[in-house]
C-alpha cells in the first residue's frame, strides 16, 4: 500500500508564475489536508477537503490559493502569480476520514 | 478551538540517556493527540497516537507519552536516547469536531532534539 505521493519534490518557480502542487492520498483515504511549513517554524494548516468538496479553508490566504480534490485524480493545491513569501514546504496528508492522518514528502517550492 | 503548545524549542540530551519532550494542549472536544517526528529535509512521520483508550501510549523506536488530563499534558519520553533520534518533534491535536472523526490537525511549533555523544 503506497503511502501519501506529493509531486514534484522539488519545484522552482519565477515570481510571477503558477505554482501546481499535486497530492494523491492513499488508497482508501477520502480526506486531505494541506499544510505550509516556513522555515524554521511549525506545520500550518490550509485547507481540508473531502472528495469534491472543501470542508475547512480557514487557513487559506484569501488570494492567489486554491485546493481541489477531484472525484478522480490527485488533490491539486494551486498559487497563481507566486511571490517569494510563498516560497515554504508544502506537506499534503491524508485520513480514512479518523483523526490519524499519514503525510506525504513534501513538495518544496521556491520562488526566484 | 484548539492549540498546542511545546514548551522548548530546543532539547539536547547524551546519548543513552533519558528524553523528555513537553506537550500541553488544549481542546474544547474530547482531544486525539499525536506525535510527529521529522528528520532534515524529510516528511513527517507519526510517531504515536493517543485517540482515548489507553492513557499510555506506546509508539515506535522506543518512544511513549503518556495522556494526562487533568494537567492537559501528552508528554513524549524515550528511556535511551540513540544519535538517530536527533530531530524535529511536533506535538498535534485533533478534534474540534467529534471525538474520532477527521478534522484538522493543529501543530506545536516543534521541539528540536540534539543527542550528543
Known amino acids: 500500500n503506497a503511502g501519501v505521493m506529493q509531486n514534484p519534490r522539488h519545484l522552482?518557480?519565477?515570481?510571477?508564475?503558477?505554482?501546481?502542487?499535486?497530492?494523491?492520498?492513499?488508497?482508501?483515504?477520502?480526506?486531505?489536508?494541506?499544510?505550509?511549513?516556513?522555515?524554521?517554524?511549525?506545520?500550518?494548516?490550509?485547507?481540508?477537503?473531502?472528495?469534491?468538496?472543501?470542508?475547512?479553508?480557514?487557513?487559506?490566504?484569501?488570494?492567489?490559493?486554491?485546493?481541489?480534490?477531484?472525484?478522480?485524480?490527485?488533490?491539486?493545491?494551486?498559487?497563481?502569480?507566486?511571490?517569494?513569501?510563498?516560497?515554504?514546504?508544502?506537506?499534503?496528508?491524508?485520513?480514512?476520514?479518523?483523526?490519524?492522518?499519514?503525510?506525504?514528502?513534501?513538495?518544496?517550492?521556491?520562488?526566484? | 478551538?484548539?492549540?498546542?503548545?511545546?514548551l522548548d524549542s530546543h532539547v539536547s540530551v547524551s546519548e543513552g540517556t533519558p528524553v523528555l519532550l513537553r506537550c500541553n494542549y488544549s481542546s474544547s472536544y474530547s482531544p486525539s493527540l499525536f506525535w510527529y517526528v521529522q528528520h532534515p529535509n524529510k516528511g513527517l512521520q507519526l510517531l504515536l497516537k493517543y485517540t482515548s483508550a489507553a492513557t499510555l501510549v506506546k509508539g515506535i523506536n522506543g518512544f511513549?507519552?503518556?495522556?494526562?488530563?487533568?494537567?492537559?499534558?501528552f508528554h513524549l519520553t524515550k528511556p535511551s536516547a540513540h544519535m538517530s533520534d536527533a530531530a524535529e518533534y511536533f506535538c498535534v491535536v485533533s478534534g474540534g469536531g467529534l471525538t474520532g472523526t477527521a478534522s484538522k490537525l493543529t501543530f506545536g511549533t516543534g521541539t528540536r532534539l540534539q543527542v550528543t555523544l
Not at chain 1, 494523491?24 to 480526506?31: V, Y
Not at chain 1, 497563481?80 to 499519514?102: K, L, M, N, T
Request: net charge positive; aromatic share 10%.
Open chain 1, 12 to 112: 522552482v518557480r519565477r515570481r510571477g508564475q503558477e505554482a501546481r502542487l499535486r497530492c494523491s492520498p492513499m488508497k482508501g483515504h477520502s480526506h486531505v489536508y494541506w499544510y505550509r511549513q516556513l522555515p524554521e517554524e511549525g506545520l500550518k494548516f490550509m485547507v481540508y477537503l473531502q472528495k469534491e468538496n472543501i470542508i475547512d479553508e480557514s487557513g487559506m490566504p484569501k488570494e492567489r490559493f486554491s485546493a481541489e480534490f477531484p472525484k478522480e485524480g490527485p488533490s491539486i493545491l494551486r498559487i497563481q502569480q507566486v511571490v517569494r513569501g510563498d516560497s515554504a514546504a508544502y506537506f499534503c496528508a491524508s485520513s480514512s476520514g479518523v483523526p490519524e492522518a499519514f503525510f506525504g514528502q513534501g513538495t518544496r517550492l521556491t520562488v526566484v
Open chain 2, 1 to 6: 478551538a484548539q492549540s498546542v503548545t511545546q
Open chain 2, 64 to 73: 511513549e507519552a503518556e495522556f494526562k488530563k487533568s494537567e492537559t499534558s
